[in-house]
Protein backbone atom coordinates (compact mmCIF):
# COMPACT_ATOMS: atom_id res chain seq x y z
CA UNK A 1 0.00 0.00 0.00
CA UNK A 2 2.76 2.14 0.48
CA UNK A 3 4.41 1.91 -2.51
CA UNK A 4 0.77 2.72 -3.86
CA UNK A 5 0.14 5.73 -2.19
CA UNK A 6 3.60 7.11 -3.18
CA UNK A 7 2.89 6.46 -6.90
CA UNK A 8 -0.45 8.05 -7.08
CA UNK A 9 -0.52 10.93 -3.81
CA UNK A 10 2.07 12.91 -2.71
CA UNK A 11 1.79 16.02 -0.13
CA UNK A 12 -2.05 15.22 -0.22
CA UNK A 13 -2.32 15.39 -3.58
CA UNK A 14 -4.34 12.99 -5.74
CA UNK A 15 -2.59 12.23 -9.18
CA UNK A 16 -4.22 9.18 -9.71
CA UNK A 17 -6.93 9.81 -12.14
CA UNK A 18 -4.70 12.54 -13.62
CA UNK A 19 -2.20 10.04 -13.91
CA UNK A 20 -4.65 7.59 -16.37
CA UNK A 21 -5.68 10.36 -18.23
CA UNK A 22 -1.85 10.90 -18.65
CA UNK A 23 -1.10 7.66 -19.95
CA UNK A 24 -3.99 7.29 -22.15
CA UNK A 25 -1.88 9.16 -24.53
CA UNK A 26 1.41 7.33 -24.20
CA UNK A 27 -0.29 4.55 -25.80
CA UNK A 28 -1.79 7.28 -28.34
CA UNK A 29 1.65 8.33 -29.27
CA UNK A 30 2.75 4.16 -29.59
CA UNK A 31 -0.41 3.75 -31.82
CA UNK A 32 1.04 6.70 -34.62
CA UNK A 33 4.70 5.50 -34.22
CA UNK A 34 3.92 1.82 -35.07
CA UNK A 35 1.31 1.99 -37.68
CA UNK A 36 3.85 4.44 -38.99
CA UNK A 37 7.04 2.11 -39.34
CA UNK A 38 5.30 -0.48 -41.62
CA UNK A 39 4.62 2.38 -44.13
CA UNK A 40 7.92 2.45 -44.72
CA UNK A 41 7.67 -1.18 -46.79
CA UNK A 42 3.84 0.30 -48.00
CA UNK A 43 4.53 3.62 -49.34
CA UNK A 44 7.91 2.56 -51.39
CA UNK A 45 5.47 -0.06 -53.24
CA UNK A 46 3.05 2.39 -53.93
CA UNK A 47 4.55 5.43 -55.02
CA UNK A 48 7.99 2.41 -56.95
CA UNK A 49 10.34 3.81 -55.03
CA UNK A 50 13.79 2.40 -53.46
CA UNK A 51 14.08 1.62 -49.74
CA UNK A 52 15.75 4.35 -49.02
CA UNK A 53 13.21 6.99 -50.84
CA UNK A 54 10.79 5.11 -48.51
CA UNK A 55 12.55 6.18 -45.30
CA UNK A 56 11.64 9.81 -45.83
CA UNK A 57 9.10 9.00 -44.03
CA UNK A 58 10.66 8.51 -41.37
CA UNK A 59 12.69 11.54 -41.49
CA UNK A 60 9.31 13.75 -41.83
CA UNK A 61 8.08 11.61 -38.68
CA UNK A 62 10.84 11.84 -36.57
CA UNK A 63 12.28 15.24 -37.78
CA UNK A 64 8.81 16.89 -36.46
CA UNK A 65 9.54 15.81 -33.02
CA UNK A 66 13.09 17.34 -33.64
CA UNK A 67 11.68 20.29 -34.64
CA UNK A 68 9.16 21.39 -32.13
CA UNK A 69 10.59 20.20 -28.76
CA UNK A 70 12.32 22.95 -27.95
CA UNK A 71 9.06 25.39 -28.47
CA UNK A 72 7.17 22.90 -26.97
CA UNK A 73 9.25 23.28 -23.96
CA UNK A 74 8.73 27.42 -24.32
CA UNK A 75 4.91 26.67 -24.64
CA UNK A 76 4.71 24.84 -21.45
CA UNK A 77 7.19 26.88 -19.21
CA UNK A 78 5.15 29.95 -20.12
CA UNK A 79 1.38 28.00 -19.48
CA UNK A 80 1.42 24.38 -18.13
CA UNK A 81 1.61 20.79 -18.87
CA UNK A 82 -2.27 20.33 -19.24
CA UNK A 83 -1.85 23.08 -22.72
CA UNK A 84 1.48 21.30 -23.89
CA UNK A 85 -0.78 18.12 -24.04
CA UNK A 86 -3.84 19.61 -25.43
CA UNK A 87 -1.64 21.81 -28.00
CA UNK A 88 -0.12 18.24 -28.59
CA UNK A 89 -3.35 16.41 -29.24
CA UNK A 90 -4.79 19.03 -31.73
CA UNK A 91 -1.58 19.08 -33.78
CA UNK A 92 -2.08 15.21 -33.85
CA UNK A 93 -5.52 15.14 -34.89
CA UNK A 94 -4.71 17.80 -37.61
CA UNK A 95 -2.28 15.96 -38.84
CA UNK A 96 -4.22 12.52 -39.24
CA UNK A 97 -7.25 14.43 -40.75
CA UNK A 98 -4.67 16.39 -43.24
CA UNK A 99 -3.94 12.61 -44.96
CA UNK A 100 -7.54 13.35 -46.26
CA UNK A 101 -5.87 15.83 -48.82
CA UNK A 102 -2.57 14.47 -48.89
CA UNK A 103 -4.58 11.24 -50.67
CA UNK A 104 -6.34 13.55 -53.02
CA UNK A 105 -2.84 14.86 -54.41
CA UNK A 106 -1.93 11.55 -55.38
CA UNK A 107 1.78 12.63 -54.05
CA UNK A 108 4.33 11.57 -52.09
CA UNK A 109 5.54 15.08 -50.31
CA UNK A 110 1.71 15.74 -48.27
CA UNK A 111 1.95 12.65 -46.55
CA UNK A 112 5.43 13.90 -45.41
CA UNK A 113 3.77 17.14 -44.82
CA UNK A 114 0.93 15.51 -42.69
CA UNK A 115 3.71 13.09 -40.62
CA UNK A 116 5.47 16.23 -40.04
CA UNK A 117 2.38 18.07 -38.63
CA UNK A 118 1.27 14.76 -36.97
CA UNK A 119 4.78 14.53 -35.00
CA UNK A 120 4.90 17.92 -34.42
CA UNK A 121 2.03 17.13 -32.09
CA UNK A 122 3.69 14.04 -30.50
CA UNK A 123 6.50 16.23 -29.81
CA UNK A 124 4.26 18.25 -27.49
CA UNK A 125 2.51 15.53 -25.87
CA UNK A 126 5.75 13.44 -24.76
CA UNK A 127 7.58 16.71 -24.19
CA UNK A 128 4.66 17.48 -21.80
CA UNK A 129 3.74 14.38 -20.67
CA UNK A 130 7.25 12.23 -19.59
CA UNK A 131 7.98 15.07 -17.13
CA UNK A 132 4.69 15.73 -15.95
CA UNK A 133 4.20 11.80 -15.07
CA UNK A 134 7.76 12.34 -12.93
CA UNK A 135 6.13 14.94 -11.19
CA UNK A 136 2.93 12.98 -10.06
CA UNK A 137 4.25 11.87 -6.66
CA UNK A 138 6.77 10.66 -5.10
CA UNK A 139 10.20 11.47 -6.25
CA UNK A 140 11.88 8.61 -4.83
CA UNK A 141 9.48 7.17 -7.19
CA UNK A 142 9.74 9.05 -10.33
CA UNK A 143 11.42 6.56 -12.43
CA UNK A 144 9.36 3.88 -11.51
CA UNK A 145 6.54 5.63 -12.31
CA UNK A 146 7.97 6.96 -15.63
CA UNK A 147 8.57 2.93 -16.75
CA UNK A 148 5.06 2.29 -15.63
CA UNK A 149 3.25 4.79 -17.69
CA UNK A 150 5.91 4.00 -20.71
CA UNK A 151 4.56 0.18 -20.17
CA UNK A 152 1.34 1.29 -21.62
CA UNK A 153 3.01 2.92 -24.56
CA UNK A 154 3.40 -0.39 -26.64
CA UNK A 155 0.11 -1.81 -26.17
CA UNK A 156 -0.63 1.67 -28.61
CA UNK A 157 2.25 0.34 -30.43
CA UNK A 158 1.00 -3.04 -30.67
CA UNK A 159 -2.78 -1.54 -31.51
CA UNK A 160 -0.96 0.05 -34.49
CA UNK A 161 0.72 -2.53 -35.66
CA UNK A 162 -2.63 -4.81 -35.97
CA UNK A 163 -3.87 -2.22 -37.75
CA UNK A 164 -0.87 -1.43 -39.82
CA UNK A 165 -1.18 -5.51 -40.89
CA UNK A 166 -4.95 -6.09 -40.86
CA UNK A 167 -6.76 -3.14 -42.26
CA UNK A 168 -3.41 -1.59 -44.07
CA UNK A 169 -0.71 -4.41 -45.52
CA UNK A 170 -3.57 -7.44 -45.89
CA UNK A 171 -6.15 -4.93 -47.78
CA UNK A 172 -2.94 -3.26 -50.13
CA UNK A 173 -3.62 -4.71 -54.03
CA UNK A 174 -1.07 -7.95 -53.16
CA UNK A 175 0.96 -7.31 -56.41
CA UNK A 176 4.69 -7.15 -56.24
CA UNK A 177 7.31 -4.50 -56.55
CA UNK A 178 9.22 -6.05 -59.47
CA UNK A 179 5.37 -6.30 -61.50
CA UNK A 180 4.13 -2.72 -60.19
CA UNK A 181 7.73 -1.70 -62.05
CA UNK A 182 6.35 -2.97 -65.37
CA UNK A 183 2.69 -1.57 -65.42
CA UNK A 184 1.82 1.15 -68.00
CA UNK A 185 1.15 4.71 -65.66
CA UNK A 186 -2.60 5.12 -66.05
CA UNK A 187 -3.23 0.93 -64.68
CA UNK A 188 -0.12 1.88 -62.17
CA UNK A 189 -2.41 5.48 -60.95
CA UNK A 190 -6.16 3.45 -60.37
CA UNK A 191 -4.05 0.98 -58.15
CA UNK A 192 -2.20 3.64 -56.33
CA UNK A 193 -5.35 5.70 -55.82
CA UNK A 194 -6.85 2.21 -54.23
CA UNK A 195 -4.14 1.58 -51.97
CA UNK A 196 -3.53 5.49 -51.06
CA UNK A 197 -7.57 4.89 -50.14
CA UNK A 198 -6.78 2.26 -48.04
CA UNK A 199 -4.01 3.60 -46.29
CA UNK A 200 -5.53 6.52 -44.93
CA UNK A 201 -8.57 5.22 -43.25
CA UNK A 202 -6.72 4.02 -40.09
CA UNK A 203 -5.47 7.52 -39.57
CA UNK A 204 -8.94 9.49 -40.12
CA UNK A 205 -10.34 6.96 -37.17
CA UNK A 206 -7.02 7.20 -35.14
CA UNK A 207 -8.09 12.38 -35.24
CA UNK A 208 -11.63 11.12 -34.52
CA UNK A 209 -10.06 9.13 -31.80
CA UNK A 210 -7.78 11.80 -30.61
CA UNK A 211 -10.74 14.82 -30.54
CA UNK A 212 -12.36 12.85 -28.37
CA UNK A 213 -8.93 12.81 -25.95
CA UNK A 214 -8.66 16.26 -26.57
CA UNK A 215 -11.86 16.85 -25.44
CA UNK A 216 -12.00 14.85 -22.37
CA UNK A 217 -8.55 16.53 -20.85
CA UNK A 218 -10.08 19.87 -21.37
CA UNK A 219 -13.11 19.75 -19.32
CA UNK A 220 -10.63 17.85 -16.50
CA UNK A 221 -9.40 19.53 -13.88
CA UNK A 222 -5.82 18.31 -13.61
CA UNK A 223 -3.65 19.37 -10.89
CA UNK A 224 -0.64 22.00 -11.64
CA UNK A 225 2.61 20.58 -10.50
CA UNK A 226 4.57 23.39 -7.80
CA UNK A 227 6.83 25.45 -9.28
CA UNK A 228 10.18 26.50 -8.45
CA UNK A 229 12.03 29.26 -9.05
CA UNK A 230 12.47 28.90 -13.08
CA UNK A 231 15.77 30.30 -14.69
CA UNK A 232 15.59 32.54 -17.87
CA UNK A 233 15.75 29.86 -21.15
CA UNK A 234 19.91 30.87 -21.65
CA UNK A 235 20.86 29.97 -18.42
CA UNK A 236 18.64 27.03 -18.32
CA UNK A 237 19.97 25.46 -21.21
CA UNK A 238 24.01 26.70 -19.98
CA UNK A 239 22.93 24.46 -17.24
CA UNK A 240 21.64 21.40 -18.52
CA UNK A 241 24.84 21.51 -21.06
CA UNK A 242 26.99 21.42 -17.58
CA UNK A 243 25.81 18.59 -16.50
CA UNK A 244 26.86 14.94 -17.51
CA UNK A 245 24.50 12.99 -16.49
CA UNK A 246 22.17 14.47 -18.71
CA UNK A 247 24.72 15.57 -21.28
CA UNK A 248 25.06 11.91 -22.21
CA UNK A 249 21.95 10.90 -21.57
CA UNK A 250 19.90 13.05 -24.65
CA UNK A 251 23.12 11.19 -26.24
CA UNK A 252 22.24 7.90 -25.03
CA UNK A 253 18.53 8.68 -26.10
CA UNK A 254 19.46 9.55 -29.97
CA UNK A 255 21.32 6.50 -30.31
CA UNK A 256 18.64 4.28 -28.18
CA UNK A 257 15.58 5.72 -30.26
CA UNK A 258 17.49 5.22 -33.71
CA UNK A 259 17.94 1.64 -32.81
CA UNK A 260 14.35 0.55 -31.86
CA UNK A 261 13.26 2.58 -34.80
CA UNK A 262 15.97 0.35 -37.15
CA UNK A 263 15.13 -2.62 -35.02
CA UNK A 264 10.95 -2.63 -35.31
CA UNK A 265 11.29 -1.02 -39.53
CA UNK A 266 13.72 -3.34 -40.56
CA UNK A 267 12.13 -6.07 -39.41
CA UNK A 268 10.12 -6.70 -41.97
CA UNK A 269 12.76 -6.55 -45.24
CA UNK A 270 15.09 -8.81 -42.58
CA UNK A 271 12.22 -11.63 -42.89
CA UNK A 272 11.11 -10.69 -46.00
CA UNK A 273 14.69 -12.37 -47.38
CA UNK A 274 14.00 -15.03 -45.39
CA UNK A 275 10.68 -16.01 -46.31
CA UNK A 276 11.19 -15.27 -50.12
CA UNK A 277 14.35 -17.91 -49.73
CA UNK A 278 12.12 -20.19 -49.44
CA UNK A 279 9.60 -19.71 -51.78
CA UNK A 280 7.24 -17.72 -50.60
CA UNK A 281 5.62 -14.82 -52.30
CA UNK A 282 6.80 -10.70 -51.48
CA UNK A 283 3.47 -10.24 -50.03
CA UNK A 284 3.09 -13.57 -47.71
CA UNK A 285 6.44 -12.71 -46.54
CA UNK A 286 5.64 -9.73 -45.69
CA UNK A 287 2.44 -10.12 -43.61
CA UNK A 288 4.38 -13.33 -41.76
CA UNK A 289 7.27 -10.81 -41.40
CA UNK A 290 4.81 -8.29 -39.64
CA UNK A 291 3.61 -11.22 -37.38
CA UNK A 292 7.20 -11.35 -35.93
CA UNK A 293 7.25 -8.01 -35.83
CA UNK A 294 3.69 -7.81 -33.33
CA UNK A 295 5.54 -10.99 -31.60
CA UNK A 296 8.91 -8.61 -30.72
CA UNK A 297 6.13 -5.53 -29.39
CA UNK A 298 4.16 -7.89 -26.96
CA UNK A 299 7.92 -8.90 -25.59
CA UNK A 300 8.84 -5.26 -25.45
CA UNK A 301 5.51 -4.62 -23.27
CA UNK A 302 5.75 -7.42 -21.07
CA UNK A 303 9.46 -7.01 -20.78
CA UNK A 304 8.68 -3.77 -19.83
CA UNK A 305 6.36 -4.21 -16.84
CA UNK A 306 9.02 -6.50 -15.51
CA UNK A 307 11.63 -4.51 -15.55
CA UNK A 308 9.07 -1.77 -14.01
CA UNK A 309 8.55 -4.07 -10.90
CA UNK A 310 12.32 -5.04 -11.22
CA UNK A 311 13.34 -1.35 -10.43
CA UNK A 312 12.38 -1.99 -6.94
CA UNK A 313 15.47 -4.09 -6.15
CA UNK A 314 17.84 -2.38 -8.50
CA UNK A 315 19.43 0.41 -9.42
CA UNK A 316 18.12 2.10 -13.03
CA UNK A 317 21.79 2.40 -14.47
CA UNK A 318 22.68 -1.24 -13.62
CA UNK A 319 19.62 -2.53 -15.11
CA UNK A 320 20.18 -0.28 -18.11
CA UNK A 321 23.93 -1.27 -18.75
CA UNK A 322 23.07 -4.82 -18.25
CA UNK A 323 20.44 -5.19 -20.79
CA UNK A 324 21.98 -2.92 -23.21
CA UNK A 325 25.24 -5.95 -23.52
CA UNK A 326 22.99 -8.27 -23.88
CA UNK A 327 21.19 -5.96 -26.91
CA UNK A 328 25.00 -6.38 -28.23
CA UNK A 329 24.67 -10.13 -27.78
CA UNK A 330 21.54 -10.51 -29.95
CA UNK A 331 22.40 -7.98 -32.61
CA UNK A 332 25.41 -9.63 -33.06
CA UNK A 333 23.35 -13.03 -33.76
CA UNK A 334 20.87 -11.12 -36.37
CA UNK A 335 24.08 -10.50 -37.98
CA UNK A 336 25.81 -13.67 -38.22
CA UNK A 337 23.25 -16.16 -37.56
CA UNK A 338 21.61 -17.94 -40.58
CA UNK A 339 17.76 -17.74 -41.45
CA UNK A 340 15.28 -17.83 -38.88
CA UNK A 341 17.77 -18.04 -36.13
CA UNK A 342 19.19 -14.33 -37.21
CA UNK A 343 15.08 -13.11 -36.97
CA UNK A 344 14.13 -14.75 -33.44
CA UNK A 345 17.67 -12.61 -32.04
CA UNK A 346 16.17 -9.81 -34.08
CA UNK A 347 12.84 -10.68 -31.68
CA UNK A 348 14.81 -10.60 -28.34
CA UNK A 349 16.12 -7.78 -29.06
CA UNK A 350 12.92 -6.06 -28.17
CA UNK A 351 12.72 -7.37 -24.40
CA UNK A 352 16.37 -5.42 -24.18
CA UNK A 353 15.37 -2.19 -25.54
CA UNK A 354 11.97 -2.20 -23.66
CA UNK A 355 13.44 -0.37 -20.41
CA UNK A 356 15.50 1.94 -21.61
CA UNK A 357 13.64 5.07 -23.14
CA UNK A 358 12.02 5.91 -19.84
CA UNK A 359 14.96 4.98 -17.49
CA UNK A 360 17.46 7.02 -19.49
CA UNK A 361 14.63 10.26 -19.30
CA UNK A 362 14.26 9.28 -15.87
CA UNK A 363 18.16 9.35 -15.33
CA UNK A 364 19.17 12.02 -17.20
CA UNK A 365 16.29 14.76 -15.17
CA UNK A 366 16.89 13.05 -11.52
CA UNK A 367 16.86 16.29 -9.91
CA UNK A 368 16.66 19.13 -12.44
CA UNK A 369 13.43 20.59 -10.43
CA UNK A 370 11.94 23.45 -13.10
CA UNK A 371 14.75 23.17 -15.09
CA UNK A 372 13.56 19.52 -16.33
CA UNK A 373 10.64 21.43 -18.81
CA UNK A 374 13.77 22.13 -21.16
CA UNK A 375 15.38 18.82 -19.89
CA UNK A 376 12.53 17.10 -21.55
CA UNK A 377 12.57 19.06 -24.60
CA UNK A 378 16.46 18.10 -25.14
CA UNK A 379 15.21 14.43 -24.55
CA UNK A 380 12.91 14.21 -27.00
CA UNK A 381 14.48 16.18 -29.48
CA UNK A 382 17.32 13.01 -29.42
CA UNK A 383 14.07 10.98 -31.05
CA UNK A 384 15.71 12.67 -33.80
CA UNK A 385 17.91 9.69 -33.97
CA UNK A 386 14.77 7.94 -35.28
CA UNK A 387 15.26 10.10 -38.06
CA UNK A 388 18.58 9.86 -39.05
CA UNK A 389 19.77 6.58 -38.40
CA UNK A 390 16.97 4.11 -40.35
CA UNK A 391 18.34 6.00 -43.94
CA UNK A 392 21.67 5.16 -42.93
CA UNK A 393 20.73 1.04 -42.50
CA UNK A 394 18.28 1.65 -45.43
CA UNK A 395 21.86 2.89 -47.61
CA UNK A 396 23.47 -0.71 -46.82
CA UNK A 397 20.47 -2.39 -47.27
CA UNK A 398 19.82 -1.15 -50.88
CA UNK A 399 23.62 -2.72 -51.52
CA UNK A 400 22.14 -6.15 -51.95
CA UNK A 401 25.23 -7.93 -50.33
CA UNK A 402 27.95 -6.18 -48.28
CA UNK A 403 30.86 -8.53 -47.56
CA UNK A 404 29.58 -11.65 -49.07
CA UNK A 405 26.70 -11.55 -46.54
CA UNK A 406 22.96 -10.47 -47.56
CA UNK A 407 23.10 -6.71 -46.70
CA UNK A 408 19.79 -6.65 -44.37
CA UNK A 409 21.80 -8.83 -42.05
CA UNK A 410 25.30 -6.50 -42.37
CA UNK A 411 23.23 -3.32 -41.82
CA UNK A 412 22.52 -4.20 -38.12
CA UNK A 413 26.04 -3.19 -37.35
CA UNK A 414 24.80 0.15 -36.77
CA UNK A 415 22.20 -1.71 -34.22
CA UNK A 416 24.98 -2.77 -32.75
CA UNK A 417 27.18 0.20 -32.40
CA UNK A 418 24.30 2.40 -30.71
CA UNK A 419 23.69 -0.54 -28.03
CA UNK A 420 27.44 -0.01 -27.32
CA UNK A 421 26.85 3.46 -26.49
CA UNK A 422 24.00 3.22 -24.64
CA UNK A 423 25.82 0.43 -21.86
CA UNK A 424 28.85 3.24 -21.43
CA UNK A 425 26.23 5.02 -20.53
CA UNK A 426 24.67 2.63 -18.26
CA UNK A 427 27.99 1.62 -17.01
CA UNK A 428 28.64 5.10 -15.96
CA UNK A 429 25.57 6.01 -14.33
CA UNK A 430 25.94 2.76 -12.11
CA UNK A 431 29.35 3.53 -11.06
CA UNK A 432 28.78 7.28 -10.16
CA UNK A 433 31.14 8.69 -12.49
CA UNK A 434 28.41 10.73 -13.96
Known amino acids: MKDKKSF ?5 VNYLLPFILITSCFA ?6 DITNPMVKAFSKIFRMSVTQGTLTQMAFYGGYFAMALPAAIFIRRFSYKSGILMGLGLYAAGAF ?3 AARSTGSYWPFLIAYFILTCGLSFLETSANPYIL ?3 DPATATRRLNFAQSFNPIGSLCGMFVAMNFIQARLNPMDSATRATLPDAEFEAIRQSDLGILIKPYVAIGIVIAAVFLLILLM ?3 RVKEENARGIGASLRYLVGIPRYREGV ?3 FFYVGVQIM ?4 IIQYGTRIFMERGMSEIDAEVLSQKYNIAAMILFCCSRFICTYLMKFFKPGKMLYCFAIAGILF ?5 FLPGVAGLYCLVAVSACMSLMFPTIYGIALEGLGEDAKFGAAGLIMAILGGSVLPPLQAMIIDKGTVLGMPAVNASFILPTICFVIIALYGLRVHKKLI
Request: hydrophobic share 55%; charged share 10%; proline share 3%.
Open 28 to 33: LWGFAN
Open 331 to 335: TLGVI
Open 8 to 12: FRYEG
Open 263 to 266: CWTF
Open 135 to 137: AMG
Open 98 to 100: LFI
Open 221 to 223: KMP
Open 251 to 253: IAQ
